[in-house]
């Protein structure tokens, strides 16, 4: 974990994508899609079934690790509005497990907006914290400091013929989004002009390695 | 050319053909030649028969022969007569001269479609309605055509399929997905004969089997068609010195331009698409006459690649600088001479290149080979010899690919409820699939439904479910429709289209080469140095610039050099009578290599290290390809890691493997031990970039997710998943899940050359002489000159990979 100043606040980033706030031992984590695989069944594509458990068993790991005592989930937290009730019982077991455990937000996005079971945690559309706006998608107006997701962000570099890609944070002195935390969660390059658009000018993609925060500009 | 243009013979024709046939025949004072008329006696005698003839010989002709003798005995009888395979969907040129036109001039009744991808809708619902008699397609569009439900009163008239280029496709997935087509088609229609076409092969036999239903080789006749005139095949050396080092031959630009000058229509083929740009680059500048000349290849659009066709079709171009992507079937009358930039690879290659000039057997095809280096003058001149002594490549016959097999199966259902027991009786009727156990055809049928997982989450989701009286059927027509969509073999790299400002498409790269560029940055494309202005997800845009380009890298897995080349040019080593033949640069190398190190024997492993500026180097000349020595470096410097040796990297080429390090290798012996496949083979394989290509490929061919359809883009909202995370899922969950085993088993065999690799490493610890040297050796310079585009070592390093970027990318975005 490395540390990440923004707005005012101190931060550690991880590189599996989530970011710790110690002062307030709060884990932030966007677009974790449970039920993605199934969802994409559905229609005839018969992706494997475990993303929705993967995923919950690293959220748990960091949670008890970190102690983590509440978690913000920044939107698209399941593929769909009924995701939740296609959860296997041991996926529902531990989700449940951690709502109880931890204060726990759901923040709505534009995949799970109006869902119908979410196994404990309370739901909003967005949410306030100490002067720090938490909410799915990048508001382009937005005065305040903001912490989103979304766009899923990915890293794409090639250095001496290897391509090396990585699940990044999008920053600017005011925005921050959040790389995806789901198993099954593509990426969208840091530098795509949706992205570009959402931050403005002077954004710079983030890599948490073990050791470092290393820091890309975005060419506009 | 159709047939001898020679005066009558007074001996009979023998099968006699069919009146029109036999006029048609003498209105033009030609002859049948022996194999049409063999390929004939075969087809009355109710044969499968198998043609192996060189290019020119008459080979499509003999195929629709018998066709068009029993249609016309039979007057014409409405119904799907003969279907033509091709693994081209350019037909056209081929077929006009040798189907069409004498259909026409025999006043022959016969309606004759193609049918492929690019077919409007309605004439493809028309042809399953009022079927032609004769029905030209690819594999791919057959195995639709196999999916609808009619396709039983469709091919139940069939007498004859006629697959042609069978030597180029049988081997791959398009031929595992062909053969399992032939098993479905028999069994439509019974008594429908099959028939290949094939270029000159090592194995004829081997062609035999795979086209027999059952294996049954005694069932198929093989007609083997006269030998043209030996080519008359030279190769082209520098005015100076063979040089030491690179692949391309691009020295000589100017000499490759006098023989473009010199004769009607050349075409020039390189290895790579980049070597295609930079050598049409090179020929440019030497173009002092402002001969036409032009470049095609795979990246370039469609309708450029369709542009410069037509030009060499009107006998508009001097030259074209090819690849690949011309290896096969487009024929021109008007090509003269061949032109091989770098080592041909394999002698097969060569000779089919050579056909692609001078479609006349009974004169000398003419052709010119460009070695690169020292090592590939030697790779040319056992080329030539291996050509001489009519040495052909083998073909490697491998088991079916299982993603095909579930492709093939969904088609089945998609036409008609199936008994599992019978499919899987069928099935096996196809070569690939004779060995396929019981329990791996049910976990393809549950691969299908429902994906197959062990956590049985999807039931209510089922795309096949078995029903009451035990048949496999679709379960709901939304699938057949995806099916329908989604089928094909020909997995495409994801790309970035190049693009000007302005929109204008010309062409694509694939995604890892974009990736490695920057604004700023030129390179050679469509025969244009550009310069990149910016890029997206989804475009590269640029412009033309002056700039000079630098060298573009479309890297990925090579052609390697064949086991027979590689054992010759081993001969020649060890052979000093044989040396008198080569250029005196060539001579003096090997004979200063024998002085200061040795030269090995033909079965010898040697190993040579020394120190070079504060390095050491070891080298091993292994002769078992690029593919296997790039997997071999891999391991290699794993071990060496593991042994405290601190390696820092490693570069190939198809001869030899060169590691260094900071401490020396004292015991190569310990390094090439066949273990290494075990453990560190096993590994780095399933941590690779490599296996995630194979799962991508048979994911997609497998059904298990959507192709992405070009023009049906990705937008920034609609992110979809990745193979490689489906991958990583997978392999923690489910790592013996079935479509995990097909993409190790196409990774092993044919990405990383697996075998060659074991053989090598089995016969290490027997065969190796180790030389330790004060300094590098002569036959160490062709492979040592590659570092600096190396590889690095494994490791942490991809962290470090990332860090360095970083460096670059402040200092180039500096605002000072």
Not at chain 2, 250 to 276: D, K, P, W
Request: proline share 6%; glycine share 8%; hydrophobic share 40%.
């Amino acid at each position: 974990m490395v540390p990440l100043s923004f707005a005012g606040h101190e931060f550690l980033t991880r590189p599996d994508g989530a970011l710790f706030w110690p002062a307030r031992r709060a884990l932030l984590v966007a677009d974790l899609h449970f039920e993605k695989a199934s969802w994409y069944a559905a229609g005839g594509q018969m992706l494997p079934p475990y993303d929705s458990i993967d995923t919950l068993r690293q959220l748990d790991a960091v949670v008890r690790a970190l102690e983590v005592e509440q978690v913000w989930c920044l939107g698209d937290s399941f593929h769909d509005a009924a995701g939740c009730t296609r959860l296997s019982d041991a996926a529902q077991r531990l989700l449940r497990d951690l709502t109880q455990r931890t204060r726990w937000t759901w923040i709505t996005g534009n995949h799970d907006a109006g869902m119908i079971d979410h196994c404990g945690g309370r739901i909003v559309e967005e949410a306030q914290v100490d002067g720090l706006i938490l909410r799915h998608e990048a508001l382009a107006g937005e005065t305040q400091p903001e912490l989103s997701g979304h766009y899923h962000p990915k890293l794409r570099v090639s250095v001496r013929g290897r391509r090396v890609s990585r699940r990044c944070f999008v920053a600017t002195p005011t925005k921050l989004i959040l790389p995806a935390f789901g198993a099954l969660t593509g990426g969208l390059d840091a530098a795509h002009p949706e992205i570009l658009r959402a931050v403005g000018r002077g954004a710079e993609a983030l890599v948490a390695t073990e050791r470092k925060l290393l820091r890309f500009p975005i060419a506009a | 050319m159709l047939a001898v243009n020679a005066p009558s013979l007074s001996a009979p024709i023998d099968p006699p053909l069919t009146a029109p046939l036999r006029d048609w025949f003498a209105a033009r004072g030609w002859q049948p030649r022996r194999h049409q008329l063999d390929m004939l006696a075969a087809a009355r005698a109710g044969q499968h028969s198998l043609l192996v003839a060189p290019t020119g010989a008459g080979k499509t002709l003999a195929g629709f022969l018998p066709s068009l003798d029993d249609l016309i005995a039979h007057g014409g009888a409405e119904g799907l007569h003969t279907l033509y395979v091709s693994p081209l969907k350019a037909l056209a040129v081929d077929v006009q001269r040798n189907l069409l036109t004498p259909i026409e001039e025999m006043g022959l009744s016969l309606r004759v479609e193609t049918r492929s991808g690019d077919t409007p809708s309605d004439r493809k619902a028309r042809q399953r309605t009022r079927p032609p008699h004769i029905l030209l397609t690819t594999p791919e569009s057959l195995s639709l055509l196999l999916s609808y439900p009619d396709s039983d009163q469709l091919f139940e008239t069939l007498k004859t399929v006629v697959i042609d280029e069978v030597h180029a496709f049988a081997t791959q997935k398009r031929g595992d997905l062909l053969s399992l087509s032939l098993a479905r088609l028999q069994r439509l229609a019974p008594d429908m004969r099959r028939v290949a076409l094939s270029a000159t092969v090592a194995d004829p036999d081997g062609y035999r089997a795979w086209l027999a239903p059952y294996g049954d080789i005694d069932s198929v006749a093989k007609v083997v068609g006269e030998k043209g005139a030996d080519p008359d095949i030279a190769i082209l050396l520098p005015q100076d010195r063979v040089p030491w080092s690179g692949h391309s031959g691009r020295y000589a630009a100017a000499q490759v331009m006098a023989e473009i000058e010199t004769h009607q229509t050349t075409i020039v083929f390189c290895n790579t698409r980049s070597l295609a740009e930079l050598i049409f680059q090179d020929l440019w500048k030497a173009n002092e006459m402002q001969l036409p000349i032009g470049v095609h290849h795979g990246s370039l659009a469609r309708e450029a690649r369709r542009k410069v066709e037509a030009a060499m079709a009107d006998g508009k171009l001097r030259a074209l600088v090819a690849t690949a992507s011309l290896d096969l079937g487009v024929d021109w009358g008007n090509v003269d001479c061949v032109i091989q930039m770098g080592a041909p690879k394999g002698s097969s290659r060569l000779l089919q290149r050579i056909g692609r000039a001078n479609h006349r057997l009974d004169e000398p095809s003419e052709a010119v080979v460009v070695p690169g280096n020292r090592f590939e003058y030697l790779e040319a001149r056992a080329a030539l010899d291996a050509v001489e002594a009519g040495e052909l490549d083998p073909d490697i016959f491998r088991p079916g690919g299982l993603d095909v097999l579930a492709q093939h199966l969904m088609a089945c259902a998609c036409a008609a409820p199936f008994d599992a027991a019978e499919m899987l009786e069928e099935v096996r009727g196809a070569l690939p699939y004779s060995a396929l156990d019981d329990d791996t055809f049910e976990r393809v049928l549950n691969f299908i439904a429902d994906g197959g997982y062990a956590l049985r989450a999807y039931d209510k989701f089922k795309r096949l479910t078995k029903d009451t009286d035990g048949l496999w059927r679709v379960s709901h027509p939304k699938f057949v429709t995806q099916h329908r969509l989604n089928a094909g073999i020909i997995v495409d790299a994801s790309t970035l289209d190049v693009r000007f400002k302005n929109g204008r498409k010309l062409g694509t790269v694939e995604e890892y080469f974009a990736a490695s560029l920057t604004p700023g940055d030129t390179f050679f494309f469509a025969g244009m140095s550009l310069e990149v202005e910016r890029m997206d997800a989804i475009d590269l845009v640029v412009r033309a610039t002056a700039r000079p380009a630098r060298i573009p890298s479309y890297s990925g897995a090579r052609m390697p050099l064949s086991t027979n080349l590689a054992r010759r040019v081993r001969g020649f080593l060890h052979d000093p009578e044989q040396w008198a033949r080569f250029p005196d640069d060539v001579r003096e190398w090997l004979e200063v290599q024998r002085y200061r190190s040795i030269l090995p024997g033909p079965d010898q492993l040697l190993v040579e290290t020394f120190p070079r500026e504060g390095r050491h180097y070891m080298v091993a000349y292994s002769f078992e390809g690029w593919n296997a020595h790039q997997a071999l470096g891999m391991l290699i410097t794993r071990r060496m890691e593991g042994q405290g040796l601190k390696p820092l990297g490693f570069v190939a080429n198809d001869y030899a493997l060169a590691c260094y390090s900071l401490d020396p290798v004292t015991d190569p012996a310990s390094l090439f031990s066949p273990d290494i496949l075990e453990h560190e083979f096993v590994e780095w394989v399933q941590g690779s970039a490599l296996l995630k290509r194979a799962f991508r490929e048979v994911a997609v061919i497998g059904g298990l997710v959507e192709r992405q359809h070009p023009g049906k883009r990705k937008s920034g909202r609609q992110v979809t998943f990745s193979t490689d995370l489906i991958y990583d899922v997978l392999r923690r969950y489910e790592p013996d899940h079935l479509l995990l085993r097909a993409a190790w088993e196409d990774a092993r065999a044919r990405m990383t050359d697996v075998g060659r690799l074991g053989d090598l490493l089995d016969r290490a610890g027997d065969t190796m002489v180790h030389r330790d040297l004060p300094r590098v050796s002569p036959l160490a310079v062709p492979v040592l000159v590659l570092i600096g585009r190396e590889n690095v070592a494994q490791g942490s390093a991809d962290d470090e990979l990332l860090e360095q970027a970083e460096v670059l990318a402040a200092e180039a975005m500096a605002r000072d």
